[in-house]
């Protein structure tokens, strides 16, 4: 082959090389076009209440599920730590959004952190409510709120239960007090319905609480004192009249109440209808200024989210 076929045919291979490129980036594009193009428009945004200066949809997104925490035991913990990785946790706090969503409560501040900022970056206005543990071997509220930046920090319900009893409220007051200092709303989470009672009693400067439906920090000296049948029990006490005593006090206190726990953690998700009445019950019994917050696992069930959202549509 001559210098000049040897030319012809390499100026031939760059040109077709070029004009495939093109090609490829040309098809990527419109690709991106269409699926930006047929990608479903977000609903109206859910019926909202105030948080301090927020406006917060009454169906908040929670992290048990995200955070690996079934209720059911260490297999599904597990199954639901792998499925929650930090993509597939954008995909789902996203979808959560376009159902009408704005609002997730967090647990695990360095897990989320990133999650937040790539939610952020896409163009997300989710609202964050973050769950703390206080005490020493915790990241600084100060850090939480730099790193995560929520509109609330609440302090944990079961160790507000535990250091209520131990006549230790002292602590979650100074929590409160903390969390304030640092600048966003403060919260105090518990399934004991006393503890929120008596916080309202004495006048804590609290913006809201978190409400368990079920109270599943009694002590064994409280469990003794219970019926011998514990309905809905798999490895905690769910007791069937739990929800009316916490609604309850939810009535009688004047901050905003986001209740948790509305299904049971997963007992009365196996059928539709159990979950349209946990629904149906949470807002008949909670003020209009107060919200419920729901871990969803849409795993195996796409239309979860959106059918959780329908029913806040309807009830709340």
Not at 31 to 40: D, H, I, L, Y
Request: contains cysteine.
């Amino acid at each position: 082959m001559s210098v000049d076929e040897c030319h012809a045919n390499a100026t031939g291979r760059r040109e077709f090389l070029s004009r495939l490129s093109l090609a490829i980036t040309g098809s990527a594009l419109a690709v991106g076009k269409t699926s930006r193009a047929t990608e479903t428009p977000p609903a109206p945004l859910l019926p909202t209440i105030r948080l301090g200066d927020h406006r917060v949809t009454r169906l908040i997104a929670g992290s048990n599920p995200v955070s690996g925490y079934s209720y059911m035991g260490p297999i599904l913990d597990r199954h639901m730590r792998e499925y929650f990785t930090p993509a597939q946790t954008v995909e789902f706090l996203w979808s959560c959004e376009r159902a009408g969503i704005n609002t997730h409560q967090f647990s695990d501040p360095e897990k989320m952190a990133g999650v937040f900022r790539t939610l952020r970056r896409r163009g997300s206005k989710m609202k964050f409510i973050g769950l703390h543990a206080g005490g020493s071997g915790r990241a600084p509220v100060e850090k939480v709120v730099r790193d995560t930046q929520p509109i609330a920090i609440v302090h944990h319900g079961g160790v507000t239960d535990r250091l209520f009893r131990e006549g230790k409220s002292r602590e979650v007051r100074d929590f409160v007090k903390r969390v304030r200092d640092a600048g966003v709303l403060a919260g105090v989470s518990a399934h004991n319905p006393a503890c929120i009672r008596r916080i309202a009693d004495e006048g804590w400067p609290v913006d809201f609480f978190m409400t368990c439906f079920y109270y599943l920090t009694r002590s064994q000296e409280e469990m003794d004192k219970m019926p011998p049948v514990v309905t809905l029990q798999i490895g905690y006490p769910f007791f069937a009249d739990d929800p009316a005593a916490m609604t309850e006090v939810v009535r009688q206190v004047d901050q905003p109440c986001l209740g948790f726990k509305i299904l049971a953690a997963g007992r009365k998700c196996h059928k539709k209808q159990l979950v349209k009445e946990a629904f149906q019950f949470a807002f008949e019994h909670i003020k209009p200024t107060d919200a419920v917050i729901v871990g969803m696992y849409p795993r195996f069930q796409e239309q979860m989210i959106k059918e959780n959202a329908e029913l806040v549509k309807k009830y709340g």
